[in-house]
């Protein structure tokens, strides 16, 4: 059973940065990949991107690419999501996933979630 747990969320101004945590615990380490998502209220949750944990190799939506990135601590069961040049559109609830094999942007590919954690972007 993988448990995790998001955290590091906040109100930032547009411009500003934010780092987001998810801590994991039971068989995290037998994950395939982690994932970041979003939902905004009234829409879909939408992938952010993922990292394989083997080899850290990172894919991104393109609506984050070059803003945000996906990292890992491996010893500490972590995996993180740098926020930079935050605008009032990436305002959501952020989750964290673990996938045992697939791993891809559709939600319903991925097994384990976490609660999340609010990110507000103010202009």
């Known amino acids: 059973q993988v448990q995790l747990m998001e955290s590091g969320g906040g109100s930032v101004q547009a411009g500003g940065s934010l780092r987001l945590s998810c801590e994991g615990s039971?068989?995290?380490?037998?994950?395939?990949?982690m994932a970041w998502f979003r939902q905004a209220p009234g829409k879909e949750r939408e992938w952010v991107g993922h990292?394989?944990?083997?080899?850290?190799?990172?894919y991104y939506a393109s609506s984050v690419k070059g803003r945000f990135t996906i990292s890992q601590d491996n010893a500490k069961n972590t995996l993180y999501l740098q926020m930079n040049s935050l605008n009032p559109e990436d305002t959501a609830m952020y989750y964290c996933?673990?996938?045992?094999?697939?791993?891809?942007?559709?939600?319903?590919?991925?097994?384990?979630w976490g609660q999340g954690t609010q990110v507000t972007v103010s202009s």
């Open positions: 039971g068989a995290t380490a037998s994950s395939t990949c």
């Open positions: 996933a673990a996938a045992a094999s697939v791993c891809g942007s559709p939600a319903r590919w991925w097994q384990y």
């Open positions: 990292i394989y944990q083997a080899t850290a190799r990172t």
